[in-house]
DNA sequence: CACTCGTGGAGAAACGTATCTCCGAGGGCT
DNA sequence: AGCCCTCGGAGATACGTTTCTCCACGAGTG
């Protein structure tokens, strides 16, 4: 074996320390080229089935483990997909905190192991520069804000981003959303059968799309069936803050006889704002909430919520991505329309293609005036089964 | 520009389509070679602070990134970082599942970027071997079963793994863990201290070291203070199981006054059980269950849980790591000592180097006899503020 | 004057793979 | 007999860094 290295011309430094076996000695060791050991274990060029079956043998048996950084240099594909959340906050890493990331974030990286890729979670900046030191396939960004210094980075060096959010105005190869326009009307007219006269609305103050689009239908709502809109915003990364903002919202005088919350939080808000003030729920008050987590199932009264599907959302953005990386190939750029059926197109010219994707309302107690008799509290009898 | 790159004897093809700058062409434009451009931007080499800055303001205005995969090939260092359960089931992906991994990885990312590192979430087998085409420096692991195959061929190959769960038979580099058994005692004296007679424990099948350390020390107080074992088991991954388990533990002719839960469902879980049952809590039944999650402080009762601090877990676990992956170096070894003080290092010859860390049990309603009042939904009276 | 020594920097060898090009040897066909 | 075609495989190059080695040169120094 050490013959056989130093024949291939290499290594000449006596110390020989335990090295990881290279292409170079399987070659020496099978007796063939290295052209042939990379065919073999590829499953490439023209050989016969006995040769590469040998090749692969004396790679086994020589522990061989193609080196991921050479074959990354070579072929330009690393494998790995950079995932980031570059709207809340920086540092504190809010990741995984709502359950919408979570289960986002959970799908994508099975999206990507199912497809032979790897999720890299990243910060969208960091004091070291994270960024750079990673060769990047591509990247999945949640939520940019509009004109991401992140996101046009990231195009302007040739790295395909799919946003799970519609972007404001960064360069994206696609991007994947919720229709929330569609949610929210769907939300406020069931609220309105539910016999909900005056409806508000619990939002944020930042600017991403989630927030803006969302709080554009409450208003294009309003405004068309004549309601003068109620909502409070606050600062969605905040949590002391969404607690204080219900409170604003059910102390003013016009008071709702309903209320949709964007955030996840804002149900348990809601409901104990509700309980200061002395209103059932949902007697006296309709409560909607969006949130990806079941404990509003079990709350008391149970909160209807809406699910954005992150699932859903992070196994589309990822595959999205995917196609576009493995699209990318040789050609100049991507064949967008082979990769996004037309039916799922926003019609258009320039911008990027973007999907968007249905919401699933829940129904639970707190949004049916007439719902099986849930009393608040029940206090139920010591007793038996 | 073209002249300068033919110049240094490359690129003959004639379609020069647009490519990303390289160190080459920064070197070509500010007339210095390609060490001192390297040099230059990595603060290394002895160079004037004139040419330093030269060089790195040629290099912005080329948009030059250095390559992260050729950087990798040549220095044996990728920055990337492998984060695995291997435990818990295939392809379903528990991860985010339990709060504990949520925080525990979380907080290991956090660390990780911290230090320059990122974070790459890997199945413990997948269809396409995913951990053969990433470099990593390094991998944590979670829970590793006895003799983990996966375990053994990274310490194979020279990559370092430090796990969460103390290794039974896994040649680790070092580990960290929590100290069940001190937190299983504590339990069990805190149930004791608040009235129990019979404390009954559920417990799970599997062989993973949480679970078999702490049923060991259950048994193991139970001998001591002469307590017959009262305990029921089920596969901890399985969430219909630990209703039907936790049910079975209070159909007992010998039903326990007090339980201990060791998984995150089985708070409710008791909870539903007792209340079938017709036992109040904490009044007939003491319940305590291993959570980090906080819908325990809003059940009816509250339920005291044990926190395993997965947060300092993740952490230490990741700056072990990277101490173990910076260390390396060089040298033939890891400089142990060094790196692991002796006060946290267990005694012993062989065996990897550990680290215990310290539990917290948040004492709350469902474990106190003598609870301050809680009323159970307590009707707050319709008002003001 | 010969010498060392520090400064500033250039050259070139890896790192380990994938792949493009090319080549020899048979074998069949005309 | 000459020619082409396919099979099986070898050689060499490029990917873009980092880093080891070495060199030129000017200034002190004995």
Same mark, same amino acid.
């Given at each position: 074996?050490?013959?056989?290295?130093?024949?291939?011309?290499?290594?000449?430094?006596?110390?020989?320390?335990?090295?990881?076996?290279?292409?170079?000695?399987?070659?020496?060791?099978?007796?063939?080229?290295?052209?042939?050991?990379?065919?073999?274990?590829?499953?490439?060029?023209?050989?016969?089935?006995?040769?590469?079956?040998?090749?692969?043998?004396?790679?086994?048996?020589?522990?061989?483990? $193609?080196?991921?950084?050479?074959?990354?240099?070579?072929?330009?594909?690393?494998?790995?997909?950079?995932?980031?959340?570059?709207?809340?906050?920086?540092?504190?890493?809010?990741?995984?905190?709502?359950?919408?990331?979570?289960?986002?974030?959970?799908?994508?990286?099975?999206?990507?192991?199912?497809?032979?890729?790897?999720?890299?979670?990243?910060?969208?900046?960091?004091?070291?520069?994270?960024?750079?030191?990673?060769?990047?396939?591509?990247?999945?960004?949640?939520?940019?804000?509009?004109?991401?210094?992140?996101?046009?980075?990231?195009?302007?060096?040739?790295?395909?981003?799919?946003?799970?959010?519609?972007?404001?105005?960064? $360069?994206?190869?696609?991007?994947?959303?919720?229709?929330?326009?569609?949610?929210?009307?769907?939300?406020?007219?069931?609220?309105?059968?539910?016999?909900?006269?005056?409806?508000?609305?619990?939002?944020?103050?930042?600017?991403?799309?989630?927030?803006?689009?969302?709080?554009?239908?409450?208003?294009?709502?309003?405004?068309?069936?004549?309601?003068?809109?109620?909502?409070?915003?606050?600062?969605?990364?905040?949590?002391?803050?969404?607690?204080?903002?219900?409170?604003?919202?059910?102390?003013?005088?016009?008071?709702?006889?309903?209320?949709?919350?964007?955030?996840?939080?804002?149900?348990?808000?809601?409901?104990?704002?509700?309980?200061?003030?002395?209103?059932?729920?949902?007697?006296?008050?309709?409560?909607?909430?969006?949130?990806?987590?079941?404990?509003?199932?079990?709350?008391?009264?149970?909160?209807?919520?809406?699910?954005?599907?992150?699932?859903?959302?992070?196994?589309?953005?990822?595959?999205?991505?995917?196609?576009?990386?493995?699209?990318?190939?040789?050609?100049?750029?991507?064949?967008?329309?082979?990769?996004?059926?037309?039916?799922?197109?926003?019609?258009?010219?320039?911008?990027? $293609?973007?999907?968007?994707?249905?919401?699933?309302?829940?129904?639970?107690?707190?949004?049916?005036?007439?719902?099986?008799?849930?009393?608040?509290?029940?206090?139920?009898?010591?007793?038996?089964?």
């Amino acid at each position: 074996m050490t013959a056989a290295a130093n024949q291939s011309g290499r290594r000449p430094t006596t110390s020989r320390r335990l090295e990881r076996a290279g292409i170079r000695d399987v070659a020496a060791a099978a007796g063939v080229s290295i052209t042939t050991v990379s065919d073999a274990l590829n499953g490439k060029g023209r050989l016969p089935d006995e040769t590469r079956s040998r090749v692969r043998e004396v790679a086994e048996r020589l522990g061989y483990r $193609p080196s991921a950084a050479a074959r990354t240099l070579r072929t330009g594909r690393s494998g790995l997909i950079g995932l980031t959340v570059t709207t809340y906050g920086e540092e504190p890493f809010t990741f995984t905190e709502f359950a919408y990331f979570a289960e986002m974030a959970r799908a994508a990286t099975s999206a990507a192991l199912g497809r032979g890729y790897a999720l890299v979670v990243l910060p969208a900046s960091s004091r070291h520069d994270v960024w750079g030191n990673i060769a990047l396939d591509g990247t999945v960004v949640i939520d940019p804000p509009d004109q991401d210094p992140l996101v046009s980075e990231l195009y302007r060096s040739g790295v395909p981003v799919v946003s799970d959010g519609k972007p404001g105005n960064c $360069p994206v190869t696609a991007w994947v959303d919720n229709d929330h326009e569609a949610a929210v009307l769907g939300i406020l007219d069931h609220l309105s059968e539910a016999g909900a006269r005056r409806i508000g609305l619990l939002t944020g103050t930042s600017t991403d799309t989630y927030t803006r689009l969302s709080t554009e239908a409450y208003l294009g709502w309003c405004a068309k069936v004549g309601q003068e809109p109620v909502y409070e915003t606050y600062p969605a990364h905040d949590p002391a803050a969404g607690a204080v903002a219900a409170d604003r919202l059910l102390a003013r005088p016009d008071r709702p006889d309903a209320v949709y919350g964007l955030f996840d939080p804002n149900g348990t808000d809601l409901l104990a704002a509700a309980r200061r003030y002395g209103l059932r729920v949902p007697d006296d008050l309709l409560l909607v909430c969006c949130s990806e987590s079941d404990v509003y199932a079990t709350t008391e009264p149970p909160i209807t919520t809406l699910s954005l599907k992150p699932r859903r959302i992070g196994t589309t953005v990822v595959n999205l991505l995917i196609d576009a990386i493995e699209g990318v190939d040789s050609g100049t750029g991507v064949d967008i329309a082979r990769l996004f059926p037309p039916r799922f197109r926003t019609a258009g010219t320039g911008p990027p $293609p973007g999907t968007l994707m249905p919401t699933e309302l829940i129904v639970r107690a707190s949004s049916q005036r007439r719902s099986p008799r849930t009393t608040v509290s029940p206090p139920r009898l010591p007793g038996e089964v």
